[in-house]
């Protein structure tokens, strides 16, 4: 069966710390993926996307994310967190009409 | 955001009563989903829709059903609302244009006593 899956549930960094976060996925076939970010009391907002291409995938606010075939991953990264940084953060693949959603990450950045 | 629209945004009901909820959209795209999201479980796809009469199944449908009688709308029922199903819902827009990506409504979030 399709599915992503993220392996961090809670992260806590400091102001300037860098990120990242794991994602992977276990289905074939074309491979579109994406990484949204939930601030709290708020919908999904689209961080980045991979299709094609570069494999190293640039987004809002200073994210990127890197596909790596050969380990199913897609994992989101960030050089120097910032405290607005604090969120939830969802790794989501689509395939066959439908899009898979990971868990979820929930980040909290200290000042 | 698409235009997306969800109502209500909030709603306290009783275990065993219908609910329905609605999702709309001004821009005509072709598919149309209903998330539930619930903490450690992610978004999980609850029915998603194709065209106007057209929708699926998705992975926790059990106890939901939708109907797309025009583009714009896209309603989910609770037939008989359980304990269960008090979750935060999204309706959530697919862009075909964009290779695929997802627009998300701000949110309905259900409590069922």
């Known amino acids: 069966a399709q599915s992503v899956s993220q392996h961090n549930h809670h992260v806590i960094l400091s102001e300037a710390a860098s990120l990242e976060l794991g994602c992977n996925y276990s289905y074939g076939g074309t491979v579109n993926l994406f990484w949204y970010v939930q601030y709290p009391g708020q919908h999904l907002q689209l961080l980045l996307k991979?299709?094609?291409?570069?494999?190293l995938v640039k987004g809002i606010k200073g994210f990127e994310a890197e596909f790596i075939k050969s380990k199913f991953s897609f994992n989101l990264r960030k050089p120097s967190v910032q405290w607005s940084d604090t969120a939830e953060y969802f790794c989501a693949g689509y395939t066959g009409n439908q899009f898979y959603f990971g868990t979820g990450t929930s980040l909290t950045v200290i000042p | 955001d698409a235009g997306i629209t969800q109502s209500p945004r909030h709603k306290v009901t009783e275990t065993g009563t219908p609910v329905t909820l609605r999702c709309h959209q001004t821009e005509n795209h072709r598919y149309m989903y209903w998330y539930r999201q619930d903490p450690g479980h992610g978004l999980r796809l609850i029915h998603y829709s194709y065209g106007v009469k057209d929708t699926d199944k998705g992975e926790v449908s059990d106890g939901y059903s939708v109907s797309r009688s025009k583009t714009e709308d896209f309603l989910l029922t609770l037939e008989s609302a359980t304990s269960s199903q008090t979750s935060v819902y999204f309706c959530?827009?697919?862009?075909?244009?964009?290779?695929?990506?997802?627009?998300f409504g701000p949110g309905t979030r259900l409590t069922v006593l």
């Open positions: 959530a827009i697919r862009v075909d244009r964009t290779y695929n990506e997802q627009f």
């Open positions: 991979y299709f094609s291409g570069d494999p």
